[in-house]
Nanobody
Framework: QAKLVESGGGLVQTGDSLRLSCRTPGRKFGTYTLGWFRQASDKRREFVAGITWRGLTSYADSVKGRFTISRDNDKNTVDLQMNGLKPADTAVYYC????????????????WGQGTQVTVSS
């Protein structure tokens, strides 16, 4: 099973920025859609952002204008730049990969990382 390895989470204050990174050692996801989901305590996993191999992006309404997703197909990485963080952004963030197109449906993504915790204090 291919691995997705996230990094960059941490504890920050409201208004701060974080950059999450995801690498895919041992496998190239060149034509896959890559993205990020998050899950807060006692809540369902929700789509945050996605990017196709051609660079088409999609964002959840709650993060539009604050988060930016990017990918490097040569390095097999996908990043999530998070600015203007809010306590509501506190969650475990998961890197995902999907052989199809952009979708907010978590079951469409058949590769998931272990997750990285992001905590935003007020």
């Amino acid at each position: 099973q291919a691995k997705l390895v996230e990094s960059g989470g941490g504890l920050v204050q409201t208004g701060d920025s974080l950059r999450l990174s995801c690498r895919t050692p041992g496998r190239k996801f060149g034509t896959y859609t890559l993205g990020w989901f998050r899950q807060a305590s006692d809540k369902r996993r929700e789509f945050v952002a996605g990017i196709t191999w051609r660079g088409l992006t999609s964002y959840a309404d709650s993060v539009k204008g604050r988060f930016t997703i990017s990918r490097d197909n040569d390095k097999n990485t996908v990043d999530l730049q998070m600015n203007g963080l809010k306590p509501a952004d506190t969650a475990v963030y998961y890197c995902v990969a999907n052989p199809g197109g952009l979708t907010v449906v978590p079951t469409a993504y058949n590769y998931w990382g272990q997750g990285t915790q992001v905590t935003v204090s007020s």
